[in-house]
Antibody
Framework: EVQLVQSGAEVKKPGESLRISCKGS????????ISWVRQMPGKGLEWMGR????????NYSPSFQGHVTISADKSISTAYLQWSSLKASDTAMYYC?????????WGQGTLVTVSS | QSALTQPPSASGSPGQSVTISCTGT?????????VSWYQQHPGKAPKLMIY???KRPSGVPDRFSGSKSGNTASLTVSGLQAEDEADYYC??????????FGTGTKVTVL
């Protein structure tokens, strides 16, 4: 079974750093891009960017470029999304998804709460 | 890149059909056959329902169908069932290695 399993919920303070993870299994991890998608409370889906795990080449949405960093470690089939300085507006659910010309499957989501 | 435009809500009685539109531009929906649709139940991760405009992944009921005309894609759910009540999002490739989602539509089964 193709599966993406994300790390658990996080509660952070503004200004703190954070890295969340997404581990793939059941398929060749280096054969598909991994995308990250944000869903703010009560809102829709927003594509943030993606990484090719085979060579760590990345694309970012202009809306998120410079605000987050996407990385991957193909040796452990894991992709990451990280922030160097969190803001309250980063509070959201974050999903990873395997990407072809579609997004499937999706991870279960990681809830990030940023509050002082 | 602006979000694709979907109606906020749609509804139908069990057994009826509902169609959701997804309007973009010639730079996204109209320019590529890479439109996909996702179903999201409350508190759950999205699930792929349609890809490449009209293709159904294995396991998705044939009650779900997709189409496209110009800059507007559509998802039709025929023979509505209670479990179809969910939020639905379209997505499209937008060129230059960019992707965009729709604003989302809440489908209610009356």
């Amino acid at each position: 079974e193709v599966q993406l399993v994300q790390s658990g919920a996080e509660v952070k303070k503004p200004g703190e750093s954070l890295r969340i993870s997404c581990k793939g299994s059941g398929y060749s991890f280096t054969s598909y891009w991994i995308s990250w998608v944000r869903q703010m409370p009560g809102k829709g889906l927003e594509w943030m960017g993606r990484i090719d795990p085979s060579d760590s080449y990345t694309n970012y949405s202009p809306s998120f470029q410079g605000h987050v960093t996407i990385s991957a470690d193909k040796s452990i089939s894991t992709a990451y999304l990280q922030w160097s300085s969190l803001k309250a507006s980063d509070t959201a659910m974050y999903y990873c998804a395997r990407q072809g010309d579609w997004f499937d499957p999706w991870g279960q989501g990681t809830l990030v709460t940023v509050s002082s | 890149q602006s979000a694709l435009t979907q109606p906020p809500s749609a509804s139908g009685s069990p057994g009826q059909s509902v169609t959701i539109s997804c309007t973009g531009t010639s730079s996204d929906v109209g320019g590529y056959n890479y439109v996909s649709w996702y179903q999201q139940h409350p508190g759950k991760a999205p699930k792929l329902m349609i890809y490449e405009v009209s293709k159904r992944p294995s396991g998705v009921p044939d009650r779900f169908s997709g189409s496209k005309s110009g800059n507007t894609a559509s998802l039709t759910v025929s023979g509505l069932q209670a479990e179809d009540e969910a939020d639905y999002y379209c997505s499209s490739y937008a060129g230059s290695n960019d992707y965009v989602f729709g604003t989302g539509t809440k489908v209610t089964v009356l």
